[in-house]
């Protein structure tokens, strides 16, 4: 789903993908995603919106889906192109079992796919290193969960930061992870969207 805005100055609107995985409509991540959403268009920016769950999101990978000779998926190609013109990407998910949903992990193996968002190139010594091909240069992950977060126990920051994005050559990213959201009520659910608001305005200010 894609939000445009019209308004005079074109030059300095930018992109932004969403990413939502979570198969409830009334979870506190949709609220999070229409906190996003309303911001980013406060700030007269335009997004690209995939609830990956509203949209019956494929996450399983096949032999030849890295294949580049091989044409993609009318699915999986918007979501391609969506990915390549972005200027920021907004992740949101929960945490079950200590890792992100089996519907997040298929996007980033369906989606960020060589040629797309990295490439492998030869250095000075003839070894082959990864480069990022994403234009993004912010990313934010908002993660929810039931278990009490620690960061230094956590993966989960250091595997976006890391192991993905940076990767992918998105060098600013922010994290964030809610918890315990079971335990919340909406007088604290309002104070952390409030955070993301002031967040979003923080990386993805009004120009």
């Not at 989960?156 to 992870?177: L, M």
Request: net charge neutral.
């Amino acid at each position: 789903m894609r939000f445009f805005l019209l308004f005079s100055n074109l030059a300095k609107y930018m992109n932004v993908l969403i990413i939502l995985g979570h198969p409830d409509t009334k979870s506190f991540n949709h609220a999070v995603a229409q906190t996003c959403i309303s911001q980013l268009e406060a700030n007269v920016h335009s997004v690209f919106f995939h609830d990956l769950h509203a949209e019956n999101f494929n996450p399983v990978s096949h032999v030849n889906s890295k294949n580049s000779e091989i044409k993609l998926d009318p699915q999986i190609q918007l979501h391609c192109d969506d990915l390549i013109n972005s200027d920021g990407i907004i992740i949101i998910h929960p945490i079950w079992w200590g890792q992100p949903p089996a519907i997040i992990k298929g996007w980033l193996d369906r989606v960020l796919l060589p040629g797309i968002a990295y490439k492998f190139i030869t250095n000075e010594v003839e070894k082959h290193i990864p480069k990022g091909l994403l234009k993004a240069h912010n990313a934010i992950v908002l993660n929810t969960s039931n278990s009490p977060y620690h960061k230094k126990d956590s993966p989960q920051e250091s595997i976006w930061k890391n192991n993905i994005f940076n990767f992918c050559g998105v060098k600013e990213i922010e994290y964030r992870n809610f918890c315990l959201v079971k335990e919340s009520d909406d007088a604290r659910r309002n104070q952390w969207l409030k955070k993301i608001e002031d967040l979003i305005n923080t990386t993805f200010p009004k120009q």
